[in-house]
């Protein structure tokens, strides 16, 4: 069982931190997983790359931590030791409409927590997405012709925490709740129908959170123009929370793995991106000055979430870990980790997260 204790300090101290962090993160879920309180998350996860920097609305993804997967495409309640489920809406992924990925597998692409690299670059995390894949996702994405990967947006499915940072918005849950969400998914067709603008990524996860939380989520007419994003979705559960305090909702962050792989972005709406691109908002301003200044009134008056620094790095249940100080003279090897905190992430009444 792994203790919330720092890895051996050797080499790069930053490399050496980001792995002592994610061994706490996980070692904790390892820990409370067979006992602690039932729980459903949003995981509001940054964009990445070149499309990213043109679509800066990120990926919607729920975690739950009671639920588990006999396969990426059926449920079951977890066993004792295990730890939880990670579903999402995809695109062109063997023709579903969702896939359900272990929470570990999900975030490093592999079974063992001993087998997260440090720090990762682009061949490594290759390697580990295909032997993933291999082991776990051979129906899914088969081998081509060439005995080789294929191509596609299957390695979306593994390995998450390599390429973006993701901020999780937690509230509590049910036995009874898992068990209808279940029933529910396992006897529809899950058939992809995957749309950009009208059934996406945080469409599906509006649909699994009304299972849980009625009504909870909605749209924005007005900051993004009736479009479902990852963000719309946490900013409607921070609404939800301030009216119910007791779902007992928080906030937490898992960091992008250390290494040579572009950091990802910060995520935006629909308005928030229009108003703080300059290749969007200068020309905007030129050709639709009106335009231009509809959108600031628009995301200032419904379009903001506040990310603050310092969001606690923590299991989804209810442990909370902390970034780890500085290893001392007398003890450069290993260094023990603050003791978690009671609060890990309330919401204040301006709607922002502290």
């Not at 305090?245 to 991106?273: K, L, Y």
Request: glycine share 8%; aromatic share 8%; proline share 6%.
């Amino acid at each position: 069982m792994i203790g919330c204790e720092a890895v051996a300090w050797r080499g790069n101290r930053v490399i050496q931190r980001t792995m002592t962090v994610l061994g706490c993160v996980l070692g904790c879920f390892l820990t409370t997983a067979g006992t602690a309180h039932a729980a459903v998350a949003l995981l509001m996860e940054e964009p990445y790359g070149a499309f990213g920097a043109m679509n800066p609305t990120g990926h919607a993804a729920i975690y739950l931590n009671h639920v588990c997967a006999d396969s990426p495409t059926s449920l079951r309640a977890c066993h004792e030791g295990e730890y939880g489920v990670v579903i999402s809406r995809y695109h062109k992924i063997d023709g579903y409409d969702w896939i359900a990925v272990p929470l570990v597998g999900y975030l490093y692409a592999v079974d063992n927590l001993s087998d997260i690299p440090a720090a990762a670059d682009r061949a490594k995390v290759a390697e580990l997405q295909d032997a993933y894949r291999r082991a776990h996702l051979m129906d899914l994405a088969p081998d081509n012709k060439k005995g080789e990967a294929p191509k596609g947006e299957w390695n979306e499915l593994v390995g998450e925490s390599y390429i973006r940072t993701m901020h999780g918005f937690q509230v509590d849950s049910t036995a009874e709740q898992d068990e209808r969400f279940m029933a529910i998914f396992n006897d529809k067709k899950n058939v992809g129908h995957f749309n950009l603008l009208f059934h996406n990524c945080a469409d599906f996860s509006r649909v699994v959170l009304d299972i849980y939380l009625p009504h909870a989520v909605h749209r924005n007419f007005i900051a993004d123009f009736g479009l479902m994003t990852p963000k719309q979705v946490a900013r409607s559960l921070v609404a939800y929370s301030q009216k119910y305090p007791g779902v007992n909702m928080s906030a937490f962050v898992i960091p992008q793995v250390a290494g040579t792989i572009p950091r990802s972005h910060a995520v935006d709406g629909v308005t928030e991106s229009l108003v703080k691109s300059k290749k969007y908002l200068i020309p905007l301003t030129i050709l639709a000055p009106e335009v231009t200044g509809g959108a600031v009134v628009l995301y200032l008056a419904d379009g903001r979430l506040k990310l603050p620094k310092g969001t606690p790095v923590f299991n989804i249940g209810d442990q909370e870990t902390t970034e780890p100080s500085e290893p001392t003279p007398e003890d450069p090897v290993r260094q023990q980790l603050p003791a978690p905190s009671a609060s890990v992430g309330t919401v204040d009444p301006t709607g922002s997260l502290r």
